[in-house]
Every structure is written in C-alpha cells, then in structure tokens.
Nanobody, 121 residues
Framework: QVQLVDSGGGSVQAGDSLRLSCAASGCTIDSYTVGWFRQAPGKGREFVAHIRRNGGTSYAVSVKGRFTISRDNAKNTAYLQMNSLKPEDTAVYYC???????????????WGQGTQVTVSS
C-alpha cells in the first residue's frame, strides 16, 4: 500500500526559506510523478510543481524561480525547496503521486496528509 508522509512546514517571515519533504513507502518514488499542491483557506487545491519519472520538472508560474522540486531515490523521498517565500504562499501543502503526467489534481492516486506553511509579512 502506497503511503506518503508530508513534513517540513512551519511559520516563517517573508523572504525566508523552507524545505518540505514527502517520504514514500509501499512504492519506489521514481516510479511515479510526484507533485506538490497547495490549498489556501477558502480556495481549491492548486498545482505547485511536479517531478516526473524521467526527472523532468514543471512549476506553476507563481513559484517558478523560487521553488525547486527534487527527489532522493535512495531515501525514497521528494522535496520542495521554497525560497523567497511570500505571504501569498501561505497554504497547506500536499504531496501526491500519479502514474500519468501529473499536472492535474484528478491524476493523483495517493496523497500525503498535508503540512502547513505560514508566511508573515
């Protein structure tokens, strides 16, 4: 059974950095597209970034140049390095695993429990 555990969130100031982790079990992480989505209060879950099985990556326009997604196959873990954080990045961040391209919410079969990121100005 595939399980994903998100961690690494916290409360920071604008301009700070955080690194989120997504630890996978029951699968090998490079056999899936692993994506990060976020959900702010009162809003839907939106795409942030993903890393595909071949290592290719995609980012939302709002985070491109500030966030970096990566994975460590030996640790079976994916990461989201978030730099130059802004108050509008405040949300619950979720990692997910998909067997397809992985830019759309409905493609994801498995989800982590979410980790809160709060950025104050």
């Amino acid at each position: 059974q595939v399980q994903l555990v998100d961690s690494g969130g916290g409360s920071v100031q604008a301009g700070d950095s955080l690194r989120l982790s997504c630890a996978a079990s029951g699968c090998t992480i490079d056999s899936y597209t692993v994506g990060w989505f976020r959900q702010a209060p009162g809003k839907g879950r939106e795409f942030v970034a993903h890393i595909r099985r071949n290592g290719g990556t995609s980012y939302a326009v709002s985070v491109k140049g500030r966030f970096t997604i990566s994975r460590d196959n030996a640790k079976n873990t994916a990461y989201l390095q978030m730099n130059s954080l802004k108050p509008e990045d405040t949300a619950v961040y979720y990692c997910g695993a998909a067997t397809t391209w992985g830019s759309e919410l409905h493609e994801y079969d498995y989800w982590g429990q979410g980790t809160q990121v709060t950025v104050s100005s």
